[in-house]
């Protein structure tokens, strides 16, 4: 059988861990494919994935910091894709090319199932009002939770959010320091993790019952993670989501849905 060729198009990518996942689900799925990295130049994102189509690839994975160029490139978008303004996963039928958007699906997967986090009736707290937040918002609001927050540090950006996505759902936007009262669920997308930093959030806003996510993931805890930890609050990074969103783009490609658990589980190792 002729194997169909995916990447992952970044810049950098060599750290990138989306050819285990997908290697793995092809393994797990019996699906005939190659999954490999691409490292496409600046300013050359467009042009690395016509080059590609062109040599009968059939799907690509997006990484930073090529998702706004994706999203343009793409003749056709998803619903959630469009919501989100970004697109992580390409797939190439014909001469469309089909952006999607797996980010926020992955959280909230990772959050109700392998977390067995309840959202529904809950208040979410969203750190963060860049790309990676826009990203995951009408997901969470699809949860049907009783409140979805966004603080970030210039409120206009939280504001702008929320005014875009108000007719989905029950959300509202604050500054860092208006913030008040505890949280079900308060998830970090925030850049603050890569450089050890926590966002300037009170102390007070993790509860016992919280559970504080972080979009980012390492071998040791985040210091968002060890500072909800100090709270007597429960906290998860975000390894999960990369499984979950890989397994959605996965699905988009393949049309099979792969066992994500033991996936998690050697990666977490």
Known sequence: MPTDRY??????????????????????????????????????????????????????????????????????CTPRAQAAGAVNTLKFEGVEIIGDNTDGFGLVRDLEINAAQVLRGKRILLLGAGGAARGVILPLLNAQPSELMIANRTVEKALD????????????ASSFEELAGDYDVIINATSASIDARIPPVAPSLFGKQTLAYDMMYAKAPTAFMQFALQQGSQARDGLGMLVEQAAEAFYIWRGVRPQTAAVFAALRE
């Open 7 to 76: 990447v992952v198009i970044g810049h950098p990518v060599a750290h990138s861990k989306s050819p285990q996942i997908h290697t793995s689900f092809a393994e797990q799925t019996g699906q005939q494919i190659s999954y490999t990295r691409l490292l496409a130049p600046l300013d050359g994102f467009a042009q690395t994935v016509k080059d590609f189509i062109a040599e009968g690839g059939r799907g690509a994975n997006v990484t930073v910091p090529f998702k706004l160029e994706a999203f343009a490139l793409a003749t056709q």
């Open 161 to 172: 959010l929320a005014w875009a996505f108000q007719e989905h759902g029950p959300i509202s």
